[in-house]
T-cell receptor
Framework: GAVVSQHPSRVICKSGTSVKIECRSL??????MFWYRQFPKQSLMLMAT?????????EQGVEKDKFLINHASLTLSTLTVTSAHPEDSSFYIC??????????FGPGTRLTVL | ELKVEQNPLFLSMQEGKNYTIYCNYSTTSDRLYWYRQDPGKSLESLFVLLSNGAVKQEGRLMASLDTKARLSTLHITAAVHDLSATYFCAVDISFGANNLFFGTGTRLTVIP
């Protein structure tokens, strides 16, 4: 089956620093990758959609300058949280798909900003 | 405004009992997904319902979709402790392009 990995699984950083999260599709080529954020005991909220080789499409209310998304290849997308603050602490989940196929979800990255 | 609401938000049930989780959505869609999430983990795909009247079953879980009523149900039969988790429905809001909007989630606790 399709496997999506994320790295790191957990990260703790100081306020004001930047953190990069990687999302990889291990056994398929992902034309589209999605980034979601999930606060404790809440649902998943879509942050942005990225297509390989083009700029990401951000959902309303998501700051594109703060959450930098790069989808440089068909197997890798990165999310960089710039100048992170405690309110950015959350569970970040990526998903990937080929064409209009099912989304396959990564294991998630728990970010804690001190 | 697009809404995907689940009912109940919290469910505590005894082992062996039956219950149904409801997922109501406010937009036109013919494709709906159910996922399970264990604490601190990502999503596990349970069901994909692709058309009106679709019904799928796996073990003690059965899901159905009524696109006219904009309603999906997840029925639990003879619950066991291992089913304790949070369950999300997600609506495909892009007519098959698989862009998902997630429901509020239902946290299920099965008590021995």
């Amino acid at each position: 089956g399709a496997v999506v990995s994320q790295h790191p699984s957990r990260v703790i950083c100081k306020s004001g620093t930047s953190v990069k999260i990687e999302c990889r599709s291990l056994d398929f080529q992902a034309t589209t990758m999605f980034w979601y954020r999930q606060f404790p005991k809440q649902s998943l909220m879509l942050m942005a959609t990225s297509n390989e080789g083009s700029k990401a499409t951000y959902e309303q209310g998501v700051e594109k300058d703060k959450f930098l998304i790069n989808h440089a290849s068909l197997t890798l997308s990165t999310l960089t949280v710039t100048s992170a603050h405690p309110e950015d602490s959350s569970f970040y989940i990526c998903s990937a798909r080929t064409g209009r196929d099912t989304q396959y979800f990564g294991p998630g990255t728990r970010l804690t900003v001190l | 405004e697009l809404k995907v609401e689940q009912n109940p938000l919290f469910l505590s049930m005894q082992e062996g009992k039956n219950y149904t989780i409801y997922c109501n959505y406010s937009t036109t869609s013919d494709r709906l997904y159910w996922y399970r999430q264990d604490p601190g983990k990502s999503l596990e795909s349970l069901f994909v319902l692709l058309s009106n009247g679709a019904v799928k079953q796996e073990g003690r879980l059965m899901a159905s979709l009524d696109t006219k009523a904009r309603l999906s149900t997840l029925h639990i039969t003879a619950a066991v402790h291992d089913l304790s988790a949070t369950y999300f429905c997600a609506v495909d809001i892009s007519f098959g392009a698989n862009n998902l909007f997630f429901g509020t989630g239902t946290r299920l606790t099965v008590i021995p």
